[in-house]
């Protein structure tokens, strides 16, 4: 299993960017994945999450503004952000393994993160 996020750059307060993960070794119909971010001096923390059935859930300082989704055939995983802040600055990683959902977060999987800055 290897997972290539892409996708983080600078920008402004108020832009969006779209993370990529893709995932090969994985059915992403079948197995959950997830987003987390850490920004410097602090642990990683949740961001959002999709089942392998399609249940989403946020972290509710995402909630309104970041979308996950996927696209099963291309086995890539995104996130949508949008009305960015200078808070989102953090490194992303996107996670997943075996089981179709991981309520406690213990993912088997990890990416090697990319790097969102948000100017104010």
């Known amino acids: 299993v290897q997972l290539q996020a892409s996708g983080g750059g600078l920008v402004q307060a108020g832009g969006s960017l779209r993370l990529s993960c893709a995932a090969s070794g994985m059915f992403l119909n079948i197995n959950g994945m997830g987003w987390y971010r850490q920004a410097p001096g602090k642990q990683r923390e949740f961001v959002a999450a999709?089942?392998?059935?399609?249940?989403?859930n946020y972290a509710d300082s995402v909630q309104g503004r970041f979308t996950i989704s996927r696209d099963v055939p291309r086995r890539t995983l995104y996130l949508q952000m949008n009305t960015l802040k200078p808070e989102d600055t953090a490194v992303y990683y996107c996670?997943?393994?075996?089981?179709?959902?991981?309520?406690?977060?213990?993912?088997?999987?990890w990416g090697q993160g990319t790097q969102v800055t948000v100017s104010s």
């Open positions: 996670a997943t393994g075996r089981r179709p959902a991981y309520p406690q977060h213990d993912y088997e999987y």
């Open positions: 999709i089942t392998g059935a399609g249940r989403v």
